[in-house]
Protein backbone atom coordinates (compact mmCIF):
# COMPACT_ATOMS: atom_id res chain seq x y z
CA UNK A 1 0.00 0.00 0.00
CA UNK A 2 1.55 3.06 -1.20
CA UNK A 3 0.34 6.54 -0.58
CA UNK A 4 1.24 10.05 -2.53
CA UNK A 5 1.05 13.85 -1.53
CA UNK A 6 2.75 16.31 -3.84
CA UNK A 7 3.72 20.13 -3.08
CA UNK A 8 5.74 22.38 -4.66
CA UNK A 9 3.21 24.03 -7.64
CA UNK A 10 2.03 27.73 -8.14
CA UNK A 11 2.74 30.11 -10.63
CA UNK A 12 5.68 30.71 -12.76
CA UNK A 13 6.57 32.41 -15.62
CA UNK A 14 7.71 31.34 -18.98
CA UNK A 15 11.50 30.66 -18.67
CA UNK A 16 11.25 30.20 -15.49
CA UNK A 17 11.83 26.70 -13.35
CA UNK A 18 9.48 25.03 -10.14
CA UNK A 19 10.45 21.86 -8.53
CA UNK A 20 7.80 19.66 -7.68
CA UNK A 21 8.04 16.56 -4.81
CA UNK A 22 6.32 13.81 -3.77
CA UNK A 23 6.44 12.10 -0.12
CA UNK A 24 5.21 8.91 -0.44
CA UNK A 25 3.80 6.36 2.82
CA UNK A 26 4.47 2.35 2.93
CA UNK A 27 7.61 0.29 3.05
CA UNK A 28 7.60 -0.71 -0.97
CA UNK A 29 8.17 2.58 -1.81
CA UNK A 30 12.04 1.54 -2.43
CA UNK A 31 11.12 -0.94 -5.02
CA UNK A 32 7.88 0.88 -6.86
CA UNK A 33 8.35 2.59 -10.07
CA UNK A 34 7.47 6.20 -10.14
CA UNK A 35 5.74 8.47 -12.31
CA UNK A 36 4.60 12.11 -13.16
CA UNK A 37 1.63 13.23 -15.12
CA UNK A 38 -0.27 16.23 -16.01
CA UNK A 39 -3.67 16.79 -16.85
CA UNK A 40 -4.91 20.41 -19.20
CA UNK A 41 -7.96 22.26 -18.92
CA UNK A 42 -9.93 20.40 -21.77
CA UNK A 43 -7.05 17.59 -22.47
CA UNK A 44 -6.78 14.48 -21.86
CA UNK A 45 -3.84 13.20 -19.14
CA UNK A 46 -0.34 13.43 -20.60
CA UNK A 47 3.06 11.39 -19.40
CA UNK A 48 5.51 13.98 -17.80
CA UNK A 49 8.22 11.32 -16.46
CA UNK A 50 8.68 8.27 -14.47
CA UNK A 51 11.60 6.40 -12.58
CA UNK A 52 12.78 2.89 -12.03
CA UNK A 53 12.51 1.79 -8.37
CA UNK A 54 16.57 1.67 -8.28
CA UNK A 55 16.60 5.50 -10.36
CA UNK A 56 18.65 4.24 -12.56
CA UNK A 57 16.07 4.24 -15.70
CA UNK A 58 14.27 7.24 -16.33
CA UNK A 59 12.19 8.34 -19.37
CA UNK A 60 10.56 10.87 -20.62
CA UNK A 61 8.28 12.40 -23.29
CA UNK A 62 9.98 14.39 -25.98
CA UNK A 63 8.02 17.58 -24.92
CA UNK A 64 9.85 17.20 -21.34
CA UNK A 65 13.31 16.24 -22.44
CA UNK A 66 16.41 18.67 -21.91
CA UNK A 67 13.95 20.43 -19.80
CA UNK A 68 12.37 18.39 -17.01
CA UNK A 69 14.55 16.16 -14.55
CA UNK A 70 13.00 13.22 -12.13
CA UNK A 71 14.72 12.04 -9.44
CA UNK A 72 13.99 9.93 -5.89
CA UNK A 73 15.61 9.39 -2.68
CA UNK A 74 14.45 5.91 -1.76
CA UNK A 75 16.13 6.66 1.80
CA UNK A 76 13.05 9.04 2.35
CA UNK A 77 10.53 7.89 0.12
CA UNK A 78 10.55 11.04 -2.09
CA UNK A 79 10.53 11.74 -5.87
CA UNK A 80 11.04 14.77 -7.75
CA UNK A 81 10.28 16.55 -10.88
CA UNK A 82 12.47 19.41 -12.09
CA UNK A 83 11.07 22.09 -14.50
CA UNK A 84 13.19 24.12 -16.14
CA UNK A 85 12.64 26.61 -19.12
CA UNK A 86 9.02 26.31 -18.10
CA UNK A 87 6.35 27.21 -21.46
CA UNK A 88 2.59 27.96 -21.37
CA UNK A 89 1.69 24.86 -22.38
CA UNK A 90 3.37 23.08 -19.45
CA UNK A 91 0.12 24.52 -17.41
CA UNK A 92 -2.00 21.76 -15.63
CA UNK A 93 -2.81 19.78 -12.72
CA UNK A 94 0.61 17.53 -12.27
CA UNK A 95 0.24 14.27 -10.41
CA UNK A 96 2.54 11.77 -8.67
CA UNK A 97 1.56 7.86 -9.25
CA UNK A 98 3.06 5.09 -8.37
CA UNK A 99 3.40 1.15 -10.03
CA UNK A 100 3.07 -2.52 -8.00
CA UNK A 101 6.37 -2.88 -10.10
CA UNK A 102 9.72 -1.86 -10.25
CA UNK A 103 9.42 -1.21 -13.80
CA UNK A 104 9.19 2.20 -15.49
CA UNK A 105 5.93 3.10 -18.00
CA UNK A 106 4.57 5.50 -19.32
CA UNK A 107 1.01 4.42 -19.47
CA UNK A 108 -1.31 5.90 -16.65
CA UNK A 109 -3.44 2.82 -16.49
CA UNK A 110 -0.16 1.05 -15.44
CA UNK A 111 -0.13 3.23 -11.97
CA UNK A 112 -2.05 1.89 -8.81
CA UNK A 113 -1.52 4.58 -7.12
CA UNK A 114 -2.70 8.23 -7.57
CA UNK A 115 -1.66 11.53 -5.29
CA UNK A 116 -4.31 14.40 -5.17
CA UNK A 117 -2.10 16.52 -7.77
CA UNK A 118 -0.85 19.89 -8.07
CA UNK A 119 -1.61 22.86 -10.02
CA UNK A 120 1.08 24.41 -12.22
CA UNK A 121 0.31 27.91 -14.16
CA UNK A 122 2.97 28.85 -16.73
CA UNK A 123 2.12 32.55 -17.41
CA UNK A 124 2.89 35.72 -17.58
Known amino acids: QVQLVESGGGLVQPGGSLRLSCIASGRAFSTTAMGWFRQAPGKEREFVAA????????IYPDSAKGRFTISRDNAKNTVTLQMNNMKPEDTAVYYCAARSTSVVSSRDAEYKYWGQGTQVTVSS
Open 51 to 58: LSSSGLTP
